[in-house]
């Protein structure tokens, strides 16, 4: 018996991924500034850039727990937050609470630079 919830729980965990790959993304846009912070750094991602006081947007700490990948043909390769530069194009789920302010604020679980 204990082989099989072992062999569950596993399967489990994998499937999760974390929890980024079994749902959609919290928020989608172009990268618009990036700030220093002592444990990584802080991205604004806004959905639509050219509407300053409105859509979705969001104050993104990306931290050294944030996986960070970029979409490629033949699937999601390994990046780095120096990567994220204003004008770079991401999807980003966020990690536990986000602060319903405006704009957004939230730690990076996971993300994607799509372009």
Do not use: H
Request: positive net charge; contains cysteine; aromatic residues 2%.
């Amino acid at each position: 018996m204990r082989p099989t919830l072992l062999a569950l729980a596993l399967l489990v965990t994998s499937a999760c991924g974390g929890g980024a790959a079994n749902r959609a993304a919290d928020i989608a846009g172009i990268v618009t500034s990036v700030g220093g912070r002592a444990d990584g750094v802080t991205v604004l991602v806004e959905s639509d850039p050219s509407t300053p006081s409105t859509g979705s947007k969001a104050s993104v700490a990306v931290t050294s727990g944030t996986k960070i990948t970029r979409r490629a043909q033949g699937g999601d390769v390994a990046a780095t937050a120096r990567e994220l530069t204003p004008g770079v194009m991401v999807e980003v789920w966020f990690d536990g609470p986000a602060a319903m302010s405006y704009p957004i604020q939230a730690k990076a679980l996971a993300v994607v630079i799509v372009r």
